[in-house]
C-alpha cells in the first residue's frame, strides 16, 4: 500500500499476521547462526593454517637432523667396519676421514693402532724367520767346525814332512787349501755371530755423539769417501744397548762406502720424530733394485763379492731386538739409503 504523509511517500504490506517482535527474533538468530558458522570456519582456517606451519617446522628440522645423524653414523658405520675387517685378518684396512672431531680422531686413532699392528707383526714374523736361520746356522757352524781343524793340521803335517822336490808345489797346493779353509772359518763366524742372542743392555744413548764415533772411526779406512753429518740439533736420545747399535751403524756406514767407492758420498742424518728416534744412512753409489730390494734383509742374500750375505740380516735382528726396526728408504744421494728407528729415551723414561 501507498500512501503520502506529510509529504513522504510511504509504503507498507500487510505480513499475513506476522509480527515485528517475531520477524526481530527470527532475524537476530539468522544472524547469531552465520556469525557462529563464520567463527567456525574461521577456527577451521587457522586450525589447518597452525597444523601445516608445525609439518613445514617439523620437515625443515628433520632434515638438518637426518643430515647430523648421517654424518656422524656413517663414520660410526665405518670405524666399526674396519674394526670387523681388521679383526678378520684384513691388515692393510685403512679409513678415510676429513672431519677434525671426536669421530675423526677416533678413526685417526684407529688407522695408527693399525699401522702399528702391522709393523709388529711384519717384525714378528720376520724375528720368527730369523730364528729358524739362527738353529741352521748353529748346526751349520757346529758341522764346519768339526772339519775345519783336522783338515788345517793335516795339511800342515803334509807340507813339513814333503822333501825337497816337491816341496814347492805341496807349499803352492797347501796355500789353497789353507786360504780355503780360511773363507770357511770366516763363514763359521759370521754364522756364529748370526745364530749368537746378543746380550740386550737398554741405556740412554746419545745418538749424535755415537754417530759421530763410528764415522771419526771408520772414516780414516776410507779416506777418498766424503763423510757428511746432519744432525738433530735437540740432541736425541735413544733407549737401547750400546754395542747393538754401534754395530748397527758400523754395517750400515761400512757398506755405505762400499757402495759409494773412490770419490763418494756417505750422509748421515739423525732426527727426532714423535717418539722415535731416527738414523740414516744414505750412499751416492749405484743403489738397490727393485728385485733386490725384496730380499735385502734375508740371510745368505749378499750382492757383494766377498759378502757374507749376514750383515744386514744381523743390523736388523738387533734393531729388532732394541726396540725399532731397520728398513730401506729412498737413497737422498742417488744411491741407496737405510733407516734406523729407535725407542726415544724420554718416552721411555715417561
Known amino acids: 500500500?501507498?500512501?503520502?504523509?506529510?509529504?513522504?511517500?510511504?509504503?507498507?504490506?500487510?505480513?499475513?499476521?506476522?509480527?515485528?517482535?517475531?520477524?526481530?527474533?527470527?532475524?537476530?538468530?539468522?544472524?547469531?547462526?552465520?556469525?557462529?558458522?563464520?567463527?567456525?570456519?574461521?577456527?577451521?582456517?587457522?586450525?589447518?593454517?597452525?597444523?601445516?606451519?608445525?609439518?613445514?617446522?617439523?620437515?625443515?628440522?628433520?632434515?638438518?637432523?637426518?643430515?647430523?645423524?648421517?654424518?656422524?653414523?656413517?663414520?660410526?658405520q665405518q670405524l666399526t667396519d674396519g674394526l670387523t675387517d681388521f679383526a678378520a685378518g684384513e691388515w692393510d684396512r685403512r679409513l678415510e676421514t676429513g672431519q677434525d672431531d671426536e669421530v675423526g680422531r677416533a678413526i685417526g686413532a684407529f688407522n695408527h693402532m693399525a699401522e702399528q699392528l702391522r709393523q709388529n707383526r711384519d717384525r714378528l714374523v720376520y724375528l720368527a724367520q730369523i730364528s729358524s736361520w739362527q738353529s741352521l746356522a748353529r748346526k751349520t757352524a757346529h758341522e764346519l767346525k768339526n772339519s775345519l781343524t783336522p783338515i788345517r793340521l793335516t795339511v800342515e803335517e803334509m807340507v813339513a814332512r814333503q822333501g825337497p822336490a816337491d816341496r814347492a808345489f805341496m807349499t803352492e797346493a797347501a796355500g789353497i787349501v789353507v786360504s780355503e779353509i780360511d773363507t770357511l772359518e770366516r763363514r763359521v763366524r759370521a754364522f756364529s755371530e748370526f745364530s749368537r742372542e746378543p746380550p740386550v743392555v737398554p741405556e740412554i744413548l746419545d745418538v749424535n755423539a755415537l754417530v759421530t764415533e763410528r764415522l771419526s772411526l771408520l772414516g780414516p779406512a776410507h779416506p777418498d769417501t766424503t763423510y757428511t753429518l746432519d744432525v738433530d740439533e735437540r740432541g736425541p736420545r735413544a733407549h737401547a744397548g750400546a754395542d747393538l747399535v754401534k754395530g748397527i751403524l758400523t754395517n750400515l756406514l761400512e757398506n755405505a762406502a762400499e757402495a759409494a767407492g773412490p770419490g763418494g758420498?756417505?750422509?748421515?742424518?739423525?732426527?727426532?720424530?714423535?717418539?722415535?728416534?731416527?738414523?740414516?744412512?744414505?750412499?751416492?753409489?749405484?743403489?738397490?733394485?727393485?728385485?733386490?730390494?725384496?730380499?735385502?734383509?734375508?740371510?745368505?742374500?749378499?750382492?757383494?763379492?766377498?759378502?757374507?750375505?749376514?750383515?744386514?740380516?744381523i743390523a736388523r735382528k738387533n734393531a729388532l731386538i732394541s726396540g725399532g726396526d731397520l728398513t730401506l728408504v729412498d737413497g737422498a744421494l742417488g744411491g741407496a739409503g737405510f733407516r734406523v728407528v729407535l725407542p726415544a729415551a724420554d718416552e721411555v723414561d715417561a
Open 265 to 313: 758420498r756417505v750422509q748421515t742424518v739423525t732426527r727426532v720424530r714423535e717418539d722415535q728416534v731416527e738414523i740414516e744412512v744414505h750412499d751416492s753409489g749405484p743403489g738397490v733394485s727393485q728385485e733386490a730390494s725384496r730380499t735385502l734383509f734375508e740371510p745368505t742374500i749378499t750382492f757383494k763379492k766377498h759378502g757374507m750375505g749376514l750383515g744386514l740380516s
Open 1 to 76: 500500500m501507498r500512501r503520502i504523509d506529510a509529504g513522504v511517500e510511504v509504503f507498507s504490506r500487510d505480513l499475513g499476521g506476522i509480527r515485528m517482535q517475531e520477524l526481530s527474533a527470527e532475524f537476530g538468530q539468522t544472524r547469531a547462526l552465520v556469525g557462529s558458522i563464520e567463527g567456525r570456519d574461521l577456527r577451521r582456517g587457522f586450525t589447518l593454517t597452525l597444523f601445516l606451519l608445525v609439518g613445514l617446522v617439523w620437515l625443515a628440522s628433520l632434515a638438518p637432523l637426518m643430515f647430523i645423524a648421517h654424518r656422524f653414523s656413517r663414520p660410526v
